[in-house]
């Protein structure tokens, strides 16, 4: 026979505790970490589905960009590319290898060196340079209308470019628009001349369309690190939180 156990009126009721759910800091440290995660992902897929890196190998877009460097440039179909523009280009008539240059003029306008000053024209108006290398000579005169949906590209360091004034017999040195890969937005590599490319008002006294402003890049390398900032911080204080607790129960 099984032996039954029988309470007593001395015997105290067995109290059930009812099971607590998360406490706030537990929410607030699941969100903190579930933004931390979007932010940081979310700017590595903008800054990797929009932009490519470049190797710099000469020293023709001194100082702007110098031989060794690294770029980042944002992904174009050349259709926006305006006069100021640094940008990404292969030309099959310049030997079909990938180029960095400047955009000094585009299709409809006429761009010129001349024998006095050697000061760059753009439909007739002299444009200050203040990104070039050095002022001054600029190499042989000339005189080109670009066609409509080319351009025409310079280097910053006219005295050591090899660029559109080299390949004046072909279409007047210019460059099919379709040719350009991406526009030339940040240095990243080396870190010590890592940061965003300044813009140019150079082209202004020509009139028109401004160079194109920075795209998505800065916002999104700060997304990418406040993101990841803020699943560091979170999880050390989750951690020191935690330590301090079992401290405490153990005293």
Request: net charge positive; no cysteine; hydrophobic share 45%.
């Given at each position: 026979?099984?032996?039954?156990?029988?309470?007593?009126?001395?015997?105290?009721?067995?109290?059930?505790?009812?099971?607590?759910?998360?406490?706030?800091?537990?929410?607030?440290?699941?969100?903190l970490?579930?933004?931390?995660?979007?932010?940081?992902?979310?700017?590595?897929?903008?800054?990797a589905?929009?932009?490519?890196?470049?190797?710099?190998?000469?020293?023709?877009?001194?100082?702007?960009v110098?031989?060794?460097?690294?770029?980042?440039?944002?992904?174009?179909?050349?259709?926006?590319?305006?006069?100021?523009?640094?940008?990404?280009?292969?030309?099959q008539?310049?030997?079909?290898?990938?180029?960095?240059?400047?955009?000094?003029a585009?299709?409809g306008d006429?761009?010129?060196?001349?024998?006095?000053?050697?000061?760059?024209?753009?439909?007739?108006?002299?444009?200050?340079?203040?990104?070039?290398?050095?002022?001054?000579?600029?190499?042989?005169?000339?005189?080109?209308?670009?066609?409509?949906?080319?351009?025409?590209?310079?280097?910053?360091?006219?005295?050591?470019?090899?660029?559109?004034?080299?390949?004046?017999?072909v279409?007047?040195?210019?460059?099919?628009?379709?040719?350009?890969?991406?526009?030339?937005e940040?240095?990243?590599?080396?870190?010590?001349?890592?940061?965003?490319?300044?813009?140019?008002?150079?082209?202004?006294?020509?009139?028109?369309?401004?160079?194109a402003?920075?795209?998505?890049?800065?916002?999104?390398?700060?997304?990418?690190?406040?993101?990841?900032?803020?699943i560091?911080?979170?999880?050390?204080?989750?951690?020191?939180?935690?330590?301090?607790?079992r401290?405490?129960?153990?005293?």
């Amino acid at each position: 026979m099984s032996g039954v156990v029988e309470r007593t009126a001395e015997d105290p009721p067995t109290t059930v505790r009812p099971r607590r759910g998360p406490g706030v800091g537990a929410v607030v440290q699941g969100v903190l970490l579930a933004l931390g995660l979007v932010l940081l992902i979310g700017g590595f897929a903008v800054i990797a589905v929009s932009y490519r890196p470049y190797g710099i190998p000469t020293a023709s877009m001194e100082p702007t960009v110098r031989a060794g460097d690294t770029v980042l440039a944002r992904k174009t179909d050349g259709a926006d590319v305006r006069r100021g523009d640094v940008v990404v280009f292969r030309d099959q008539a310049w030997g079909g290898r990938l180029m960095v240059k400047r955009v000094v003029a585009i299709g409809g306008d006429t761009v010129a060196v001349g024998t006095g000053d050697q000061r760059l024209t753009v439909n007739g108006k002299p444009v200050d340079e203040p990104y070039l290398a050095a002022q001054g000579a600029q190499g042989a005169a000339f005189s080109v209308e670009v066609p409509p949906g080319r351009l025409f590209l310079l280097g910053d360091n006219r005295l050591g470019s090899l660029d559109s004034r080299v390949h004046l017999e072909v279409d007047g040195g210019t460059v099919p628009a379709t040719e350009v890969q991406a526009r030339v937005e940040a240095t990243v590599l080396p870190l010590g001349r890592s940061g965003l490319l300044a813009g140019t008002s150079a082209f202004e006294v020509v009139g028109g369309d401004r160079p194109a402003g920075p795209g998505p890049l800065e916002p999104a390398f700060w997304a990418s690190v406040v993101g990841a900032a803020t699943i560091l911080v979170t999880t050390a204080v989750s951690g020191v939180a935690g330590l301090a607790r079992r401290r405490r129960r153990a005293a």
